[in-house]
């Protein structure tokens, strides 16, 4: 139960490169302007990420939302630079990512932790946890302080010590995540990316791993950008969400915001859609049922990209692709319409 | 809109499983899928089986179809009754009947259900003259009006569509559609919007309703998603470590849940209607189910657990004895008592 003050800490702190006081302004730790992944193929070009911008205060959490295709993975992705993105920019600490040499990339990797969707495929099944936990370590720790180390972040997720003799087959599936999420934090990192770290986890596991990350954000003042198709665990998680829909965040504002008061109509849509687990709900009549499917990002409608499956879609939405606007204080909707939809906030 | 309202469970029997015990040969040992399996299907009703990734609710489901892998899965006790007859020991010719046009099954992943070289339409004609002596061009028009029904737009022109060539929406409907086909007394949907985004698992969860209403059919849904369930079904059969440990209606199950089980899930999954906060957790996983524990098999995570829970298996009972709910668990009394 270490506080903002353990030796973790520190180690965050020591390897930070720059900007070592906490306090020493606005910046934040997460600055995403304009961000953009294009595809070619022979054919067309498929735009997976297209100007994507956000910031992320330090301490805080961000949830990326939608469904499949929409790019919330890979936007993750783009930040770490497991992808060289299209265009735009990606400040850490105020330092541009997308300009750094491999070497120097490495280097800033010990302050990015990830922890990825399925810890079937993310564990190396013939190393030893130890060995697992410690990957990220090498690049920088003297060998003499691996072992305590790596002590000391499976204890912080909740695992024995001497787990770091086992092998992966030998953990179940929430255990297999909270070594993922071990090895991530080994190097000390203050952002954690977490791509739907639940989503191939039962129910009843579910809940565990999300609890740990809340301790973790807390105890370890972490930064947490949350990707996830699931609406109902991104509001347990995150103080603040963005909706993307074809490479676009169309809506980000404050859980409150989103889910209490959702601007875009796309948003409105995905939170009916949800099925509550409640039956009393069955019969309110308050579901929007989009018709339609999702378009192909290699054909996306020209105007809003929502517009298609958009039951208050107007001329003007085909006509003019709508800007990511504020409305009121800190929550900006990508609508022409934004300020007159009546819509249905979540159950 | 026309989710199917909560039915009378007076209506006749269709599909009655007693005491079913599937087992499976694993490389880690023989698991038993499936121990004492007791459920009845009504006509014209949604009973969902729902539980966690190997609770046995998938080889339940084959088990009733006779699907069960040749080598390695057998029933070993217990029956599964269709309108009165005992398919454990059907002929296959007899299972090859009944399947499609008596039971029909909907699974998770359409791609795999749908022949990847054939058209749409040719596979729902295909499956049609199967079983009737249609005429090719009378088939093609049931098969047609058939895609229209389960809301495929423009269905003249898809039907010449191959399967990668739909999303998985529409190939999910032409599943549906192909289940349809023969009008089954019941359909078996085995995680069917699992594989689909959400707004696409919407309209299609309301296809599923809008036909099982409008066929008559009764519909066991088989999931992982208590969402789902409480969106759709009229009773519910929780599974847990290859037993169902509590069944009733919908709405009573929800509101009071009597198995520990339900009702730690119930607590700790993340809502999409709830103000957040920490989730209340289930400790420990499931069990493994080459050796399970030898009494209540959920008794290693359950706070109310006592030595009796440990040693003896829970009878299955109705609690309270004037309700519909059975419950398998020696403290159901104490369940949500604080």
Known sequence: MAGPSSPH????????????????????????????KHFSTRRATLKAVDGVSFTLEEGRSLGLVGESGCGKSTTARLILRLLEPTAGSVRFRGRELTTLSQAEMRRVRSQLGIVFQDPYASLNPRMTLRNVVAEGLRVWHPEADIDRRVAEVLERVGLAARFARRYPHELSGGQRQRVAIARALAPGPSLLICD????????????????????????????????????????????????????????????????????????????????????????????????????????????????????????????????????GVDHPVACHFAADLPLTPAP | MNAP????????????????????????????????????????????????????KT????????????????????????????????????????????????????????????????????????????????????????????????????????????????????????????????????????????????????????????????????????????GFADRVAVMYAGRLVEQGPVAEVYGRPRHPYTAGLLASMPRIDDVPGRLPRIAGTPPNLVSPPPGCRFAPRCSLAGDICREVPPETRLWPPDGGVTVACHHAEQVGAG
């Open chain 1, 9 to 36: 800490h520190d180690v965050a702190y020591r390897h930070s490169g720059e900007d070592r006081n906490p306090g020493s302004g606005p910046t934040p730790l997460l600055a995403v302007e304009g961000l953009a």
């Open chain 1, 196 to 327: 739907e770290p639940v989503s191939a986890l039962d129910v009843s596991v579910q809940a565990q791993i999300l609890n740990l990350l809340a301790d973790l954000q807390h105890e370890l003042r972490l930064t947490i950008l949350f990707i996830s198709h699931d609406l109902a665990v991104v509001r347990h998680v995150c103080e603040r969400v963005a909706v993307m829909h074809l490479g676009r965040i169309v809506e980000i504002g404050t859980r409150a915001q989103v889910y209490g008061n959702p601007r875009h109509p796309y948003t409105a849509a995905l939170l009916s859609a949800v099925p509550a687990p409640d039956p009393a709900r069955r019969h309110d009549g308050r579901r929007v049922q989009l018709s339609g499917e999702i378009p192909s990002p290699l054909d996306p409608p020209s105007g809003c990209t929502f517009r298609t499956r958009c039951a208050h879609a107007a001329e003007l939405c085909a006509a003019t692709e709508p800007e990511l606007t504020p409305r």
């Open chain 2, 5 to 56: 309202g909560v039915r009378s469970s007076s209506a006749a029997t269709l599909l009655s499983v007693r005491n079913l015990r599937t087992e499976i040969d694993t490389e880690n040992g023989t698991v038993t899928a499936a121990d004492g399996v007791s459920l009845d299907l009504h006509g014209d009703e949604v009973l969902a089986v729902v539980g966690e990734s190997g609770c046995g």
């Open chain 2, 59 to 230: 080889m339940l489901a084959l088990s009733i179809l006779g699907l069960l892998p040749r080598r390695t899965g057998r029933i070993v006790d217990g029956q599964v009754l269709f309108r009165g007859e005992d398919l454990t020991q059907a002929t296959p010719a007899r299972l090859r009947e009944i399947r499609g046009a008596e039971i029909a099954m909907i699974f998770q992943d359409a791609l795999t259900g749908l022949h990847p070289l054939q058209r749409v339409g040719d596979q729902i004609v295909e499956m049609i003259r199967a079983h009737e002596p249609a005429r090719r061009d009378a088939a093609r028009r049931r098969a047609v009006d058939l895609l229209d029904l389960v809301g495929i737009p423009d269905p003249d022109r898809r039907a010449e569509s191959f399967p990668h060539e739909l999303s998985g929406g529409m190939r999910q409907r032409v599943m549906i559609a192909m289940a349809v086909a023969l009008d089954p007394a019941v359909l078996i949907a085995d995680e069917p919007t699992t594989a689909l985004d959400v707004t696409v698992q919407a309209q299609v969860l309301e296809t599923l309703a809008r036909i099982s209403g409008d066929l008559n059919g009764s519909i066991l849904l088989i999931t992982h998603d208590f969402g789902v369930v409480a």
